[in-house]
């Protein structure tokens, strides 16, 4: 199993960025995927997952209405859509999978938000 993001980088407060995290090694249509952070000094914490289909998606509050979680089940591909950024939200970004017993992580992208 292998998660590789990407898309990450500087952008000022109110900008915008779109994340990217491509799979392989297992069959991608079959599992909820994830999208996690974890900032300097803090615990990781849960961004927002998407059911196999996509038809069930959820966010944590303090990104609502700011980023949107999507995926491409032909691409093998799940994507973290960031809107209105705000310095907060500077972290490193992961993507999760549990396949079968095991949880599988990317090695993240660093998303800076600052002017």
């Known amino acids: 199993v292998q998660l590789v993001e990407s898309g990450g980088g500087l952008v000022q407060p109110g900008g915008s960025l779109r994340l990217s995290c491509a799979a392989s090694?297992?069959?991608?249509?079959?599992?909820?995927m994830r999208w996690y952070r974890q900032a300097p000094g803090k615990e990781r914490e849960l961004v927002a997952h998407?059911?196999?289909?996509?038809?069930?998606?959820d966010y944590a509050d303090s990104v609502k209405s700011r980023f949107t979680i999507s995926r491409d089940n032909v691409k093998n591909t799940v994507y973290l859509q960031m809107n209105s950024l705000k310095p907060e939200d500077t972290a490193v970004y992961y993507c999760n999978a549990l396949v079968g017993l095991a949880v599988y992580w990317g090695q993240g992208t660093q998303v800076t938000v600052s002017s």
């Open positions: 090694g297992f069959t991608f249509s079959s599992y909820v």
């Open positions: 998407i059911s196999r289909a996509g038809g069930i998606i």
